[in-house]
């Protein structure tokens, strides 16, 4: 399938001649231009100027004659040029522009009669500056007559240059997705030659193709540049991006395309005709199971037929199908699955009273997409039973599931977390029947408006990202690593994983530096077990050894120094004498030869 955008591109001068003393305009003109090769061969083949630098860097001003053509390569007579201030770029359906700006001061090109201008590139080189005429106009009156301006040193002149691109997106069909007008990139690649490059997809609707910007669940880069440019038809191609069968696979796909340009919306039947599937074993029956999954997504209502023992079962009377919850534990069948933390209806701990960051971007920990935004996520936030994560949504659901997908509980926690329900948004009900598999939390069906989650007694941060680390930790992490402190020792100290600790550690660049170690001699800083002195580590906790080897040897002769709190009781199952035994509670026999006797009925040991 052929996907086209068109769009349709024009430019103008407007001239306004004002008096330097008083104010007032004097003259005033315009200048309808055509737009030189130089812009066309630019954007398609990056000839003479790159495809997506701006074009638009300075007007020119000549005092030439002629008829202005495509393939002007400069002015007729050149008389200056100026580097435009940018007055304002404006993105609409259907015509978005971009209008730039010089102004001509009383004191200069006096005595000169202006005539004709133009929009210019400019390249930087090694030994010189070479500048391009994208668009040349010859100047004119309201009634289409050319004129000349007659530059004095009383006159102030502006010189004001708009530049038009005019399109209605389509090119995706009438179920396609398209991106708002200020994030079009067709628009911002012709007006600046800013462009998109990855082509996305997203497993939840979204209402314009640029809001996967944010809410993508799979994408791949493409080099804009790498496409190819007729500069006949004035046709560009993008290049051809493919999903190798190794990516981005197990994900369902509701829209398909480049976010700034537009994208396909799924099922479409004219890109990815329907297919049937048979013979698709949904189970085996034991005379209790009731529901079966068809581990089959996007199924076509009415087109499922259920045969039991080659006996094609009756859809209503024999059987129903779920089409919105047949695969399992996928996204789509998660109520939550396609909000964020700014969704109507969702609070995330004190996430609201928290200031975005301005210089990192961090991820919405409500998401189950890559959804980063410098100026909308804060560094951290606080979950707690006072701020908890809390969904209204808004009428009763049934939930019998949670499972968080991007952000991790800490180990330490897992069994703290709470689920509860409401169904006035006052009084609160614990979910019953709970079991736990790694992040997922499973509990009895329940129907309700309102939830929320936290960790039950503990203000604990969750985290946006790094598990949400305050400013405080990570500055402590690069201290102690500084001093050489390995990350096990980083993680014991501040209470988290790590692995979280060696993550941010690398991907921070906090290789650490070996500490200079600093022999400290003060009570008992003497190694009880060979006498030498103990080396500490300035920052950390003190040692009483001086080293591993020494700590196990003394401990091994100092048994009567060890708290044993765990000491327990037993009764020999073999002999029947009484003993007890340290860090054990399920020993049975009192000795190695009673556990021969008991465990082989007195047979030989080999």
């Not at 349709?8 to 306004?16: G, T």
């Not at 994208?134 to 102030?156: F, R």
């Not at 499922?304 to 024999?318: A, L, P, Q, S, Y």
Request: charged content about 20%; proline content about 3%; overall charge neutral.
């Amino acid at each position: 399938m052929k996907i086209q955008e068109r769009a349709v591109l024009h430019n103008r001068f407007d001239v306004k001649v004002v008096d330097a003393a008083s104010g007032k305009v004097k003259q005033t003109a315009v200048g309808f231009n055509v737009i030189t090769n130089y812009y066309f061969n630019s954007r398609l083949t990056a000839s003479p100027l790159s495809k997506t630098t701006d074009l638009f860097r300075y007007i020119a001003v000549g005092t030439g004659t002629g008829t202005p053509a495509v393939t002007d390569t400069a002015l007729f007579t050149h008389l200056t040029r100026k580097a435009v201030t940018t007055l304002e770029t404006v993105y609409e359906y259907p015509t978005s522009y971009t209008t730039k700006q010089i102004k001509l001061e009383a004191t200069e090109c006096n005595g000169s009669t202006i005539t004709e201008v133009a929009l210019e590139g400019y390249y930087s080189g090694t030994w010189s500056d070479t500048y391009y005429i994208m668009s040349h106009a010859m100047l004119q009156d309201s009634e289409g007559n050319q004129i000349a301006i007659a530059k004095t040193d009383t006159d102030v002149v502006y010189i004001t240059a708009t530049f038009y691109a005019t399109c209605t997106p389509s090119g995706f069909g009438t179920n396609g997705v398209y991106p708002t007008a200020d994030n079009n990139y067709l628009f911002r690649w012709l007006l600046t030659g800013s462009t998109d490059s990855y082509v996305r997809f997203s497993r939840f609707p979204v209402e314009y193709s640029s809001d996967m910007n944010v809410k993508y669940h799979g994408s791949k880069s493409y080099s804009f540049s790498g496409g190819t440019g007729n500069t006949t038809t004035y046709q560009y191609d993008l290049p051809v991006t493919t999903f190798l069968d190794s990516e981005c696979n197990n994900r369902l796909v509701k829209h398909l395309g480049v976010a700034g340009v537009g994208a396909f919306t799924f099922p479409n039947h004219e890109v990815f005709p329907p297919y049937a599937v048979d013979h698709l074993v949904i189970g085996e029956g034991d005379g209790a199971t009731t529901e079966f999954s068809m581990k089959c997504p996007l199924i076509q209502s009415g087109t499922v037929r259920i045969f039991v023992n080659d006996t094609e079962m009756t859809e209503g009377t024999d059987y129903t199908v779920d089409l919105e919850n047949n695969c399992g534990d996928w996204y789509e069948n998660y109520h939550t699955a396609a909000m964020t933390c700014k969704s109507a209806g969702v609070s995330f701990g004190d996430f609201a009273s928290k200031t975005p960051s301005s210089n990192n971007s961090y991820r919405d920990p409500l998401a189950w997409w890559s959804c980063y935004d410098t100026t909308v996520y804060p560094s951290s936030c606080t979950v707690s039973d006072v701020n908890p994560i809390k969904i209204d949504f808004g009428t009763a659901k049934a939930c019998n599931t949670l499972k968080i997908d991007i952000l991790t509980v800490p180990t330490a926690r897992l069994d703290t977390l709470k689920i509860q329900y409401s169904t006035n948004d006052a009084d609160w009900t614990d979910v019953l029947g709970i079991s736990r598999t790694g992040q997922v939390w499973k509990f009895t069906e329940v129907s309700a408006r309102y939830w929320r989650v936290f960790l039950s007694g503990e203000g604990k941060v969750l985290g946006l990202e790094d598990n949400l680390m305050t400013n405080e930790q990570k500055a402590k992490i690069a201290e102690l690593r500084s001093k050489g402190c390995g990350y096990k020792a980083i993680a014991d100290l501040l209470g988290i994983g790590k692995d979280t600790i060696k993550s941010y550690c690398q991907r921070n660049k906090l290789r650490g530096e070996r500490a200079a170690h600093t022999t400290i001699k003060n009570a008992g800083g003497l190694c009880p077990q060979c006498g030498k002195p103990v080396v500490q580590i300035p920052g950390m906790k003190p040692r009483r050894f001086c080293s591993t080897e020494c700590r196990v040897a003394w401990w091994n002769t100092h048994q009567d120094h060890v708290s044993r709190k765990a000491v327990y009781a037993f009764t020999c199952e073999t002999c029947g004498h009484s003993f007890t035994a340290y860090g054990n509670q399920h020993r049975k026999y009192c000795s190695h030869d009673c556990y021969i006797a008991g465990r082989f009925k007195g047979g030989a040991s080999v």
